[in-house]
């Protein structure tokens, strides 16, 4: 089943398909209207108007906490009883270094505060982060798929892979429109969904 949406799609796939695109396209939109340097850096309220922007064309929870408790496989995300004491947490955690950087990210990965969205937010928000406080972010091109699937189930309990992993594809090409649209385009790798890439937004508009 698919899930509640704006435009009523019910057949998942489609609904994956039309996600994609348009997420990419608000992703795009964000970067290239510098709208990100509006936003609050390392801060949930900044998560929120990151996820906002992306999926208000879609779904109704678009920059809402979540409301139902969800997992992955067999982890389970923070219950939502806890889940707002866990925000104020996270908003809390010091990111002037890269450790202290990757392990905010990895809280606010097991807070997971929306329905869905989650990955693509949060790699943007990672990254705005990175940028602000060492001027260098992540070229996910250059992590691989399955290790970090793996380094990140993996985090909660210990973090030293996630960090090996994310260190060694930092750039100080802050300003690349390519390399930000990574982050992008390997949620849809993470999370199952096949690649609408940014070259054919751009041909299509």
Request: hydrophobic share 40%; with cysteine.
């Amino acid at each position: 089943m698919a899930l509640e949406n704006k435009l009523n799609i019910t057949d998942s796939a489609e609904l994956a398909r039309v996600e994609e695109k348009n997420s990419k396209q608000k992703a795009l939109e964000l970067f290239e209207k510098k709208l990100l340097d509006t936003i609050e850096v390392g801060t949930f309220s900044g998560l929120k108007k990151i996820h906002s922007y992306l999926f208000n064309d879609i779904y109704y929870f678009a920059g809402n906490m979540r409301t139902v408790n969800i997992a992955k496989g067999n982890f389970r995300f923070a219950p939502v009883i806890y889940l707002e004491a866990a925000l104020k947490n996270i908003d809390n955690m010091p990111q002037s270094t890269f450790d202290e950087i990757i392990e905010k990210y990895v809280e606010m990965n097991v807070a997971h505060p929306f329905r869905e969205g989650n990955g693509r937010s949060t790699r943007i928000w990672l990254d705005c982060i990175l940028k602000k406080e060492l001027h260098q972010v992540i070229d996910w091109s250059k992590v691989d798929k399955e290790d970090y699937l793996l380094a990140m189930e993996r985090s909660p309990i210990k973090d030293v892979e996630i960090k090996v992993l994310l260190k060694s594809a930092l750039t100080d090409k802050i300003d690349d429109r390519q390399v930000y649209m990574k982050g992008i385009d390997a949620s849809y790798h993470y999370e199952g969904y096949n690649t609408y890439s940014i070259e054919k937004i751009n041909e299509e508009n």
